[in-house]
């Protein structure tokens, strides 16, 4: 069963940046379309990145420009570079593997906790 660990959260500053990291538990990792996904307190958990096989990278609109979805296929990770982050990123962050319509293909792993506060 592949697993997801998220690492790499914490607390930032508005404007400030985080970058966070997932190891993927598979051995086909390279074959699989990549996402980030996020979960606000009282929302519901949403797409915000996501990376193909291919290299091409999608984001939804409010985090276009700030974050950076990047993979490494020789070490089964994906990472998400956040720059000048917003009180709205608040959220918990994870990462999973990403089907065509962009939803999230497997279990979920624990998790990484961003707050964004002054």
């Known amino acids: 069963q592949t697993q997801f660990v998220e690492s790499g959260g914490g607390l930032a500053q508005p404007g400030g940046s985080l970058r966070l990291s997932c190891i993927v538990s598979s051995s086909i990792f390279r074959l699989y379309n990549m996402g980030w996904y996020r979960q606000a307190p009282g929302s519901q958990r949403l797409l915000v990145a996501g990376i193909h096989t291919d290299g091409s990278t999608r984001y939804i609109d409010s985090v276009k420009g700030r974050f950076t979805v990047s993979r490494d296929n020789a070490k089964d990770m994906v990472f998400l570079q956040m720059n000048n982050l917003k009180q709205e990123d608040t959220a918990v962050y994870y990462c999973?593997?990403?089907?065509?319509?962009?939803?999230?293909?497997?279990?979920w792993g624990q998790g990484t906790q961003v707050i964004v506060s002054s």
């Open positions: 999973n593997i990403m089907d065509t319509s962009g939803r999230a293909a497997r279990s």
